[in-house]
């Protein structure tokens, strides 16, 4: 399996199922212990996956790393019909170790900056 955003190998690993931090082993052992609830939103008309605290976290991203103009607020438009994600278990997916990101989230990614490129 190919990175879809630097090409590189990529390696199978279990993951919590939040996109953006769901492939380190600390989220797992957090997901083991019930310590997070994952939610199903939708951004950018694109959906993922995200536990309560990288939801919160999320307007830390730099507008341009989702293909956006560099100016614009850090204020991302979140569907606010999120769907709360029950029975979470641990999965598998693929991990970029040159981007350091899961497969689920690096697709989102990529979809996404398509999309805000001309925006």
Same mark, same amino acid.
């Given at each position: 399996?190919? @990175?879809? $955003? @630097? #090409?590189? +190998?990529?390696?199978? $690993?279990? *993951?919590?199922? @939040?996109? +953006?931090?769901?492939?380190?082993? %600390?989220?797992?052992?957090?997901?083991?212990? /019930? %310590?997070?609830?994952?939610?199903?939103?939708?951004?950018?008309?694109?959906? $993922? $996956?995200?536990?309560?605290?990288?939801?919160?976290?999320?307007?830390?991203?730099?507008?341009?790393?989702?293909? &956006?103009?560099?100016? &614009?607020?850090? %204020?991302?438009?979140? +569907?606010? #019909?999120?769907?709360?994600?029950?029975?979470? %278990? *641990?999965?598998? /997916?693929?991990? @970029?170790?040159?981007?350091?990101?899961?497969?689920?989230? &690096?697709?989102?990614?990529? =979809? *996404?900056?398509?999309?805000?490129?001309? =925006?």
């Amino acid at each position: 399996m190919e @990175c879809p $955003i @630097c #090409n590189s +190998d990529m390696a199978s $690993i279990e *993951v919590a199922p @939040c996109y +953006d931090c769901g492939h380190s082993k %600390e989220e797992i052992t957090e997901l083991k212990n /019930d %310590e997070h609830e994952y939610y199903l939103y939708e951004i950018f008309g694109e959906k $993922i $996956i995200l536990c309560d605290f990288c939801d919160a976290d999320f307007d830390s991203y730099y507008p341009e790393y989702f293909g &956006l103009l560099k100016d &614009l607020p850090q %204020e991302y438009p979140f +569907d606010q #019909n999120r769907l709360k994600i029950e029975d979470a %278990e *641990v999965k598998t /997916d693929y991990y @970029c170790k040159k981007c350091q990101r899961r497969l689920a989230f &690096l697709n989102f990614l990529k =979809t *996404v900056r398509e999309k805000n490129k001309n =925006t």
